[in-house]
C-alpha cells in the first residue's frame, strides 16, 4: 500500500518557470490537501479538495492553481514561479466523518526557487 | 477561525527522561484536536486526535495528550524519550463538519544521550 505519493522530491525553478507538482493516493479518500511547510511556521493550506471535480483555496492560494479531475489524484500547478515559493510543499488525504482531520502525508517535495 | 499556538520553539531532552509539549488552541466549542510528528525529511503521522468523551488520550509510540477545557489546552506527554523520539511536533486543530486543519509553528525535540 503505497498511501500518498508525491513527485518531484526536490526541484530547482528559476523565476517565472512553471512547474506541476504530482501527488496520488491509492486509500481512496475523498479529501485532498496541499500545505507548505517554511521554516518556524508550521504548515499552511493552500488548496484543498473534497472530492473529483472540487475544489477551493486555502490560506495561502496565490500564485497556485489546483485540480481534482480522479478520486486518486490532486496535481498542484505554480505557474510563475517567484521566490516566495521556496519550500517544502506535502499533500495529504483524509477521510470524512468520526476519522475527520486524520491525515495521510507524503514524503514532501521541495522546491527552490532562483 | 480556529488556531493553535505551540509555545517552545524548541526543546531538548534527556534519554529516559519525561517529555511535555504544549499546545493552546483558540476555538469557541470543542474542537477537534491532534497531534502529528514529522522525523527528519519525511511527512507527518498522526500521534493521537482528540474528539469527545474521556479527555485523557492515549496514541501511538507511548504518547498521551490531555484536553483542558478551562486552560485551552492540549498538551502532549511521554513518560520516558526515546531517541527516536527526536523529530518536530505539530499540534493541529480543526472543527465539527469542516475538512481542514490549522496546524501549530511546531516544536522541535532534540533528545541528548
Known amino acids: 500500500n503505497a498511501g500518498v505519493t508525491q513527485t518531484p522530491k526536490f526541484r530547482i525553478l528559476k523565476i517565472g518557470q512553471s512547474m506541476t507538482l504530482q501527488c496520488t493516493q491509492d486509500?481512496?479518500?475523498?479529501?485532498m490537501y496541499w500545505y507548505r511547510q517554511d521554516p518556524g511556521m508550521g504548515l499552511k493550506l493552500i488548496y484543498y479538495s473534497v472530492g473529483a471535480g472540487i475544489t477551493d483555496k486555502g490560506e495561502v492560494p496565490n500564485g497556485y492553481n489546483v485540480s481534482r479531475s480522479t478520486t486518486e489524484d490532486f496535481p498542484l500547478r505554480l505557474e510563475l514561479a517567484a521566490p516566495s515559493q521556496t519550500s517544502v510543499y506535502f499533500c495529504a488525504s483524509g477521510l470524512s466523518g468520526e476519522n475527520t482531520g486524520e491525515l495521510f502525508f507524503g514524503e514532501g517535495s521541495r522546491l527552490t526557487v532562483l | 477561525a480556529q488556531s493553535v499556538t505551540q509555545p517552545d520553539i524548541h526543546i531538548t531532552v534527556s534519554e529516559g527522561a519525561s517529555l511535555e509539549l504544549r499546545c493552546n488552541y483558540s476555538y469557541g466549542a470543542t474542537p477537534y484536536l491532534f497531534w502529528y510528528v514529522q522525523s527528519p525529511g519525511q511527512g507527518l503521522q498522526l500521534l493521537l486526535k482528540y474528539f469527545s468523551g474521556d479527555t485523557l488520550v492515549q496514541g501511538i509510540k507511548g504518547f498521551e495528550a490531555e484536553f483542558k477545557r478551562s486552560q485551552s489546552s492540549f498538551n502532549l506527554r511521554k513518560p520516558s524519550v526515546h531517541w527516536s523520539d527526536a523529530a518536530e511536533y505539530f499540534c493541529a486543530v480543526g472543527t465539527p463538519n469542516d475538512y481542514k486543519l490549522s496546524f501549530g509553528a511546531g516544536t522541535t525535540v532534540t533528545v541528548r544521550a
Open positions: 486509500m481512496n479518500h475523498n479529501y
